[in-house]
Nanobody
Framework: QVQLVESGGGSVPAGGSLRLSCAASTSPYAWGWFRQLPGREREGVAVAYIGITEYADSVKGRFTLSQDNAKKTWYLQMNSLKPEDTAMYYC??????????????WGQGTQVTVSS
């Protein structure tokens, strides 16, 4: 079992930046971030597994996934934020790809709100 705790969400104006952090109870072999927009299904944002990093097309060039393995923590740096990035963001561990059904462990979520 892997416990995940997110932090770093908040409210920013369009064009701003935020960095989300996810602290894990153990170092997983795969990690990443999903989000759920209001009224929508959960969608993959950025994930890393077996040397592969995938980004959703909507965030490529704006969001960057990174990890500090020694701290069992990973990050999502979000730049040039848009109102359509407003969502609950979840960190995940133990899975692959951008399909939420492929991931075993989920954090509780942290809200990101981008105002226009």
């Amino acid at each position: 079992q892997v416990q995940l705790v997110e932090s770093g969400g908040g409210s920013v104006p369009a064009g701003g930046s935020l960095r989300l952090s996810c602290a894990a109870s153990t170092s997983p072999y795969a990690w990443g971030w999903f989000r759920q927009l209001p009224g929508r299904e959960r969608e993959g944002v950025a994930v890393a597994y077996i040397g592969i990093t995938e980004y959703a097309d909507s965030v490529k060039g704006r969001f960057t996934l990174s990890q500090d393995n020694a701290k069992k923590t990973w990050y999502l740096q979000m730049n040039s934020l848009k109102p359509e990035d407003t969502a609950m963001y979840y960190c995940v561990a133990g899975g692959y790809g951008l399909n939420p059904e492929s991931w075993n462990y989920w954090g509780q979520g942290t809200q990101v709100t981008v105002s226009s």
